[in-house]
């Protein structure tokens, strides 16, 4: 009865429906911390229960894909909040589109002639190229580049805690700490975490972390696929 | 309903326009932008799609979470660069940050 259950594909659907729940009561109840998404909670638990049952990730993913599906809708649903920032940037677009083009793609360059370097794997340096971009969007690039996947979007949402954690201290720190620059950088190099990062600084903050990601996010799939 | 037919109908055309053309750019990303110059021309967003994106979007990581679990087929990948990995990540945000918020800055803090 049990083994049957763990090979039932909709089993799968519905324990990450529940483990993504779950990451978000415990979100809410430690105060929306940026520190702890709720998709992070979703992927460890889901993993631990499939490594403790020893189950296998393709039976998984036969349950895993009805909503993996939806990715490709949410991908195209990002141009509700673009076409909203447009209206905004109109005031400063020269400096905003220098700054995230030139941010992001410092960061970027940075991480894969590293992990070129030091690690020298061409679909770890290729998947590294995607750190920079919110997951919905990494997840799919990487697929088309030839990167790792999975492997994008665990570098994405490590990228995205180490971005909120380090950059509000660094940007004081160093005196670039306008609400504006703060926001911007934190939607460029921490996407989506930055972005709840950035709402609990302010308001101003988090308009511009949203706006700011959207952008790298649309600017990033348009220009990699012709660099990498 | 017509939310979610919108946003197929401009992922469906970004997917053929990728097929057709072979383009390196995925289809989903090309139904965005066909979508936001649709969006461009028409002015404002329609009420369908907007009520679709304030549904779907606080959903978007759940969608993630399949593709994400596949970490655990990668094992023996973070074991060897597990450490180098979480190093570049994190010395990488440095030099992006600060390039990015001298360039908002450029010319003295922005006021409001």
Redesign the interface.
Known sequence: MIDTLLHLPLFWALL??A??TLGQQVYKALGNTAFL???LT??VL??VV??TTGIS?DT??EG??Y??L???????????????F?HVMKKEWL??S???S???G???A??AV??HV??G?DA?TIT?TT??VT???A???S??LGG????A???V???GV??AL??PP??RA?R???P???G??LG???H?VGTSRALELGT?QAAYSAMAMTLTA?LH??LL??LV | MTG?LI??F??VA??LLQLEYT???????I???L??MF??LRGR?PEP??Q??RT??P????????????????KS?LAD?GV???V???????????????????GG??R?
């Open positions: 990450t429906i483990a993504f998404p709720p998709i979703g992927i889901v993993s499939l490594e990730f998984y993913i895993g894909q909503l993996h939806m990715l490709g809708p949410v991908v195209v649903m990002l141009a509700v909040p673009l076409y909203q447009i400096r905003i220098l700054a995230i030139l941010g992001s410092t960061t970027v940075v991480a590293l992990a030091w690690i794997d770890i590294m750190k920079s997951t919905p969007v997840v799919t690039l697929e088309q790792i996947s999975a492997l979007s665990a570098f949402i490590i990228t180490f971005g380090m950059i660094l940007l160093t670039l700490d306008a504006q620059s703060v911007l950088t460029v190099c921490a989506a101003q649309t799939a348009l696929p012709w | 979610l946003l197929l401009f992922l970004g997917t383009l390196p750019v995925p289809g989903s990303i139904g965005m932008l979508l936001l969006l461009m967003t799609l907007a679709i994106s779907l979007s959903l978007l990581p759940l969608f993630i979470i399949p593709v994400s679990v596949g970490i655990i087929t990668q990948l660069n180098a990995l979480l570049i990540l994190a010395i990488s945000l440095i030099p992006g940050a600060l390039v990015c918020a001298a360039i908002m800055q450029m803090k922005p409001d």
